[in-house]
């Protein structure tokens, strides 16, 4: 049996996309392939593949030992630039860190991107497109699934949310990059509705605009919610309890949240970024600013029609990100791998 090496520390920081994505895959090994690869996480025996998920120094000098390490595959959920607008490094710190991150994906075989946009800006670095394989996140349907009108009906009480209210749910790191700015001043223009931001500093205070964040976390306006850094387990009765998934994200990558809102059932309302048009097309609704978001949400409150046409368009995007269809993908990538 073909032996295959996780080594990754994404769950040690909760609240994050990475550490979702990771425990996604390894689910979906151990669950569909565990008669075909021997997987293993965070050892160093020796391996026909070794995937990375994070970056951690240790794991960079463990790439020197390549005979041990078989294949050697980077997971790249971010780039340099996608962490400007999400930490703030002193400039000597940011500038070390940011060519440490590309030197650890050149030491790779192959890089495995979460959205097809990183290929062009990895090439731009100088790593050989061949290199690159685009494989996009997923979730089990068997974690992030509409629950029964009842339960929902009983979440909502539990949580101090009216059961006729129109609900909308933000989820991720509270950081400027995440539009967490403009969530708050689109519920301050609807109070009649309800508003939930499941997440919380997943890096303390080196979060960019972490002072400003952190007042409106701690004195939040009466219709907002703010329940901090939800345990993943916990995260789909926080979905089940809402009508739409509204993410006004400045700058993105490819966000778990998106596709667990989508799995659970729910809308879909999204910032017009250029990254969603390849890859979400047609299973979203989007606006470009405050005013957009603001009559989105008024429609999908008031037409039923409409957000269910935008619950149906989240529905196929729930279908084509499923566990089912990623499954065959994952496997023969590492089959290829093996086959040289």
């Known amino acids: 049996m073909n032996r ?39 050892t160093y025996r020796k391996s026909e593949i070794t995937h990375y998920h994070t970056i951690d120094f240790p794991f960079f000098l463990s790439t020197f030992a390549k005979k041990r390490r078989g294949v050697m595959v980077g997971y790249v959920h971010f780039l340099p630039e996608t962490l400007d607008e999400s930490l703030e490094l002193p400039w000597i710190a940011k500038k070390v860190f940011y060519k440490y991150v590309i030197l650890f994906y050149k030491r790779m075989d192959v890089l495995v991107v979460v959205n097809p946009s990183f290929i062009p800006q990895l ?26 009108t009842t339960e929902k009906m009983a979440l909502r009480k539990e949580h101090g949310i009216a059961p006729d209210a129109f609900v909308a749910i933000g989820v991720g790191q509270v950081q400027h990059r995440k539009g967490v700015l403009d969530f708050i001043e689109v519920a301050k223009q609807l109070p009649e509705m309800q508003f939930i931001w499941a997440g919380g500093f997943s890096f303390g205070k ?3 605009g972490y002072k400003e964040l952190k ?108 566990e089912a269809r990623l499954t065959g993908l994952w496997q023969e990538f590492y089959d290829g791998l093996l086959k040289g």
């Open 206 to 208: 080196i979060t960019a």
């Open 4 to 42: 295959i090496t996780m080594l990754s520390s994404a769950e040690k920081v909760k609240g994050q996309g990475v550490a979702s994505a990771y425990r996604e895959l390894i689910n979906l090994m151990t669950t569909h392939h565990a008669d075909k690869y021997d997987v293993a996480i965070n």
């Open 123 to 148: 090439v731009a670095y100088g790593i050989p497109e061949e290199k690159i394989k685009y494989i996009p996140n997923f979730v089990s349907a068997n974690t992030f699934y509409p629950m029964e």
């Open 215 to 322: 007042e409106i976390y701690d004195n939040p306006p009466a219709n907002v919610q703010f329940p901090g850094i939800v345990e993943r387990a916990d995260m789909n009765a926080y979905y089940n309890m809402a009508d739409v998934l509204f993410l006004p994200s400045f700058n993105e990558l490819f966000p778990m949240a998106i596709l667990e809102g989508m799995s659970s059932g729910l809308s879909v309302l999204l910032r017009d970024l250029e990254l969603y048009e390849g890859i979400l097309a047609g299973n979203y609704m989007e606006a470009s600013d405050v005013a957009g978001f603001k009559a989105q949400l008024e429609r999908m409150a008031t037409d039923k029609a409409y957000l269910e046409t935008a619950k149906e368009g989240a529905k196929k995007g729930a279908a084509y990100y499923s």
